[in-house]
């Protein structure tokens, strides 16, 4: 006769095996740290919505301040002070309501210097302002 042992052909298993879960824990966290400084730079936007909205503004109507990292101002491609400045811009909003700016400030500028003019362009009563960026690199 035969002798069977006490030990059966299926036995059920009473551990789980954690190494292939650590794998995957660890794959997971290399994907998340490559991919998460990726994720910062971009900024997904939704404009709002307005019924009163204007449209587009003319471009013969902008106007473009260049500010060089030396201070000198110029008001397209004219060069002016920063006293002519207020008064130029005042004198061309009263003459077309409908005047918009655009700042060209220099890469190396302090901040305040740029704050200051972005002041006179609101002193002088335009709403209209924008300030010119390129991408990074070129």
């Known amino acids: 006769m035969r002798r069977y042992s006490d030990k059966q052909a299926l036995t059920t298993l009473s551990e789980i095996n954690v190494t292939p879960l650590l794998d995957l824990a660890f794959v997971l966290l290399i994907i998340f740290m490559i991919t998460t400084p990726l994720l910062e730079n971009s900024m997904d936007l939704i404009v709002p919505t307005s019924e009163a909205a204007e449209g587009a503004v003319d471009p013969s109507k902008v106007l473009t301040v260049s500010i060089d990292k030396n201070d000198v101002i110029k008001l397209d491609k004219e060069e002016i002070t920063f006293a002519q400045l207020e008064d130029k811009l005042a004198a061309l909003r009263a003459a077309d309501a409908q005047t918009a700016v655009v700042v060209r400030p220099h890469r190396d500028l ?28 070129t």
């Open 110 to 137: 302090p901040v305040q210097r740029f704050i200051s003019v972005m002041d006179v362009i609101a002193r002088a009563g335009i709403t209209k302002v924008g300030v010119m960026t390129r991408p990074e690199g």
